[in-house]
Every structure is written in C-alpha cells, then in structure tokens.
T-cell receptor, first 112, second 113 residues
C-alpha cells in the first residue's frame, strides 16, 4: 500500500540548474498538490491539479512548472534553480473536496 | 480569504502533562478542519478532523472540537507521552476553493520524561 511516493528524498542543485521532483499516487485520487515547507511558515501551496490535464497555481508558483498527464503522476519542475527555492517539498493527494490529504515523505532540496 | 493561526512554539511538557495547542481560522465558506502531525524526517499524517460545526475529532487520545462561534479548533490531550513529540499543524480545507489546504505555521512539541 504505497500511497504517495516522492523521489528523490534529498537533492543538491547548483544555481541555474533544472530538475524534476517526482510524485506518484496509487489511490486513484483526482486532486494532487505540491507544497513547500519553510521554517516558521508552515506549508505553502505551489501548484495543484483537480484531474488529469488540469492544473492551476497556488500561493507561490513562480519558478515552478507542473503537468498532469495521468491521474497517478504529478511532477514538479524547477526551471532554473535559485537559493530561495531551498526548502522541503511535499506532494499530497486527496480523493475529493474537503477530505483528508495524504502526503508523501518529502524531498529536501538545497540550492547552492 | 482563508487563513489559519496557531499558537507559536516550541512547547515543552513533562510526560503525563495536559496539552493544549490553540488554533483559530478565518474562512470565506464552510471549511473542514484538520490536525496533522509531522514526526522528524517524515511527511504529514492526519491526526484528526472535523467537517462541520460542533463536530469533535479524536484519535490516539487527542481531541479537537470545531467551534464556529469562536472560529477555533484547539487540540487537546489529557496526558502526553514522549512519543507525542512532533510538530503539529492545524489546517483547513474550504469547499469553495476546491481541495486547497491552508496550514498554520506548526507548533513543535517536545515531551520530556
């Protein structure tokens, strides 16, 4: 029973590099989201998707792209990494509106 | 708009002490309210939830009651254990804004023997 799987768990990037954080869920959830967690700021929504082919911006979308080609996968792309993107990133999925969100284990990203 | 305010930490308690972590919210619609717990190095796990006013969520000895009149969802536990040491997040999900969750800043709890 995998739930929400994120890869990698840790990553170090140089400023200007690009990379993709992977997120997959096996619960057939329609809703998926990406959050970043920074000290003293809780979790902030980056992008979300309400179904395959549909994505929208959250509170802090700049510097990130997403796509949702399948129900299972929701990758987050950093186009040109900046030190301000050093954070812990969490992917979450939700079955329906107002139900609980299931979180992945997180990706700790450091941009130097 | 939607927002969640929770009590700042860190909180340090002795084992078997009473715990309260305050949480208040603002919402434009009819939110569901949640408490999530994050153990070191892990993702967030749902601790409890309440979907309408006066509902009480409970799990593992933790409780929280959805109070619409005071827009609050305070987390309580009568007797904490060392294993309860973690970061606790209050959150809301508003059906008017789809599945977006709004989180508080988190409260770190350390329980000492």
């Amino acid at each position: 029973n995998a739930g929400v799987t994120q890869t990698p768990k840790f990553q170090v990037l140089k400023t200007g590099q690009s990379m993709t954080l992977q997120c997959a869920q096996d619960m057939n959830h329609e809703y998926m989201s990406w959050y970043r967690q920074d000290p003293g700021m809780g979790l902030r929504l980056i992008h979300y998707s309400v179904g395959a082919g549909i994505t929208d911006q959250g509170e802090v979308p700049n510097g990130y792209n997403v796509s949702r080609s399948t129900t299972e996968d929701f990758p987050l792309r950093l186009l040109s990494a900046a030190p301000s993107q050093t954070s812990v990133y969490f992917c979450a999925s939700t079955l329906a509106r107002n139900t609980e969100a299931f979180f992945g284990q997180g990706t700790r990203l450091t941009v130097v | 708009g939607n927002s969640v305010t929770q009590m700042e930490g860190p909180v340090t308690l002795s084992e078997e002490a009473f715990l309260t972590i305050n949480c208040t919210y603002t919402a434009t619609g009819y939110p569901s309210l949640f408490w999530y717990v994050q153990y070191p190095g892990e993702g967030l796990q749902l601790l409890l939830k309440a979907t309408k006013a006066d509902d009480k969520g409970s799990n593992k000895g933790f409780e929280a009651t959805y109070r619409k009149e005071t827009t609050s969802f305070h987390l309580e536990k009568g007797s904490v254990q060392v294993s309860d040491s973690a970061v606790y997040f209050c959150a809301l999900s508003d059906r008017n804004t789809g599945n977006q969750f709004y989180f508080g800043t988190g409260t770190s709890l350390t329980v000492i023997p």
